[in-house]
């Protein structure tokens, strides 16, 4: 099992909706969670990070927190065709070394 | 903003061959680390220098070591190369502890 997990997807939503990303990690030591987007053959963007339980927001993006239930999503509103990419969500230790899941292909179509 | 900096870009090698790869983390960045892609995979943790020691050490082969220089750049020696080698390796740097960002990274292929 690896330590964070992502449904790889593709995940389809319509221009203008709203794209629900998820992740669950098992290590509890995890202190902060990040998603990252990544375009194919580019390098991971750093779209959001949060550490505390609860809701970020941050534009049209919000990262929400559960260390209980160790669950970490993304929600996109008003989703763009150039939204679509691969979000990697990542959980990282004490020593901050990023522990990525496998990543979810989102496509918005027009 | 500048960001990380990665050379060469791309690499092709045959193998058994020895590669160097760059890495130039954003200004006043101290930690480095490094990451190998695989197809279809999601990155994986190498190894990672702070103020120029080794802290972290993930899954990097033997055949494989780095180091951290004074002006803080890293380079990643990779030898005796392997097809298996063949994958996007990522620099990140950040403000140890902090957020990491990626660098473009360096596509790498062995024949």
């Known amino acids: 099992q690896k330590e964070v997990e992502q449904n790889s997807g593709p995940l389809s939503v319509p221009e203008g909706a709203i794209a629900s990303l998820n992740c669950t990690y098992s290590?509890?030591?995890?202190?902060?969670f990040f998603w990252y987007r990544q375009y194919s053959g580019k390098s991971p963007e750093l779209i959001m990070f949060i550490y505390s339980n609860g809701d970020k927001e941050d534009g049209r993006f919000t990262a929400q927190l559960n260390k209980a239930s160790q669950y970490v999503s993304l929600l996109i509103r008003d989703s763009q065709p150039s939204d679509s990419a691969t979000y990697l969500c990542a959980a990282n230790n004490a020593g901050n070394m990023l522990t990525f899941g496998g990543g979810t292909r989102l496509m918005v179509k027009p | 903003a500048a960001g990380v900096i990665q050379s060469p870009r791309h690499l092709i090698k045959e193998k058994r061959e020895t590669a160097t790869l760059k890495c130039y983390p954003i200004?006043?960045?101290?930690?480095v680390y490094w990451y190998q892609q695989g197809p279809g995979q999601d990155p994986q943790f190498l190894i990672s220098f702070y103020e120029k020691m080794q802290s972290d050490k993930g899954s990097i082969p033997d055949r494989f070591s780095a180091q951290q220089f004074s002006d803080y750049h890293s380079e990643l020696n990779m030898s005796s190369l392997e097809l298996g080698d063949s994958a996007l390796y990522f620099c990140?740097?950040?403000?140890?502890?902090?957020?990491?960002?990626f660098g473009p990274g360096t596509r790498l292929t062995v024949l």
């Open positions: 290590d509890r030591g995890s202190q902060s």
């Open positions: 990140a740097s950040s403000l140890a502890p902090g957020t990491q960002y």
């Open positions: 200004p006043r960045h101290d930690t």
